[in-house]
T-cell receptor, first 111, second 112 residues
C-alpha cells in the first residue's frame, strides 16, 4: 500500500526566512504533485514532477524530486505572508489513476 | 474554458437523509475522480469514473455510497442515510487522459 508522509505538519515562520517541507512516499510512483489549499477553498496545482532530479520553480517556491530516495522537497525562499496556506504533496499509484495525499503541512508566515 | 464545477457548494442534511453531490468536469475531460477530506486531514481517494463506467471504486465505503457518470450530464456522488461521520468536504477532479487532475471547489456536507 502506497503511503505518503509529510513533515513538518505545522510550520510557523517569520517573513523573509527560508524553509523546506519534506514529502516521503513508500513505493514507486509515476508522478509527484504539490498542491496549495487556502482555508475553505479547493486545491490549486503548484507543481508536477515527473522524473528523478526534476526541479521546478515558481516565484518563491521550488520543488524537487529524488525518486531513488522517494523524497520530494518544497523549498520556500524569503517567505511572505501571502504564502500562508496548507501544502499537500500527492503521488500517483503506478498503474492506477488515483492520487494518494500526504497529511498536509499548515504553513503560517508571520509579519 | 470553465473549470471543474461542483454543486451545491454547501449541503446540510439530517441523519438518515440522502445527499446528492454533482460534478461537471472541465470541457474535454472524460475522467472524473471523487475525493473526501475530513477536517484537518488530507484528501482520500474514493472513486474513479469514465463515461458510463466505474473504473476504480476501491476507496468507496461498501454501504450507502454510490457514484455514477452517465453519458449525458454531471457525475453524481450519492450518499444514502447519512450519518454524522459523513460530514466532510467532497472534492471532484477531472482530467483529459492519464494526466494532471484539476480539482473543483468542493461540496461541504454537514450532517446534523
Amino acid at each position: 500500500e502506497l503511503k505518503v508522509e509529510q513533515n513538518p505538519l505545522f510550520l510557523s515562520m517569520q517573513e523573509g526566512k527560508n524553509y523546506t517541507i519534506y514529502c516521503n512516499y513508500s513505493t514507486t510512483s509515476d508522478r509527484l504533485y504539490w498542491y496549495r489549499q487556502d482555508p475553505g477553498k479547493s486545491l490549486e496545482s503548484l507543481f508536477v514532477l515527473l522524473s528523478n532530479g526534476a526541479v521546478k520553480q515558481e516565484g518563491r517556491l521550488m520543488a524537487s524530486l529524488d525518486t531513488k530516495a522517494r523524497l520530494s522537497t518544497l523549498h520556500i525562499t524569503a517567505a511572505v505572508h501571502d504564502l500562508s496556506a496548507t501544502y499537500f504533496c500527492a503521488v500517483d499509484m503506478v498503474g492506477a489513476q488515483k492520487l494518494v495525499f500526504g497529511q498536509g503541512t499548515r504553513l503560517t508566515i508571520n509579519p | 474554458n470553465a473549470g471543474v464545477m461542483q454543486n451545491p457548494r454547501h449541503l446540510v442534511r439530517r441523519r438518515g437523509q440522502e445527499a446528492r453531490l454533482r460534478c461537471s468536469p472541465m470541457k474535454g475531460h472524460s475522467h472524473v475522480y471523487w475525493y473526501r477530506q475530513l477536517p484537518e486531514e488530507g484528501l482520500k481517494f474514493m472513486v474513479y469514473l469514465q463515461k458510463e463506467n466505474i473504473i476504480d471504486e476501491s476507496g468507496m465505503p461498501k454501504e450507502r455510497f454510490s457514484a455514477e457518470f452517465p453519458k449525458e450530464g454531471p457525475s453524481i456522488l450519492r450518499i444514502q442515510q447519512v450519518v454524522r461521520g459523513d460530514s466532510a468536504a467532497y472534492f471532484c477532479a477531472s482530467s483529459p487522459t492519464v494526466d494532471t487532475q484539476y480539482f473543483g471547489p468542493g461540496t461541504r456536507l454537514t450532517v446534523l
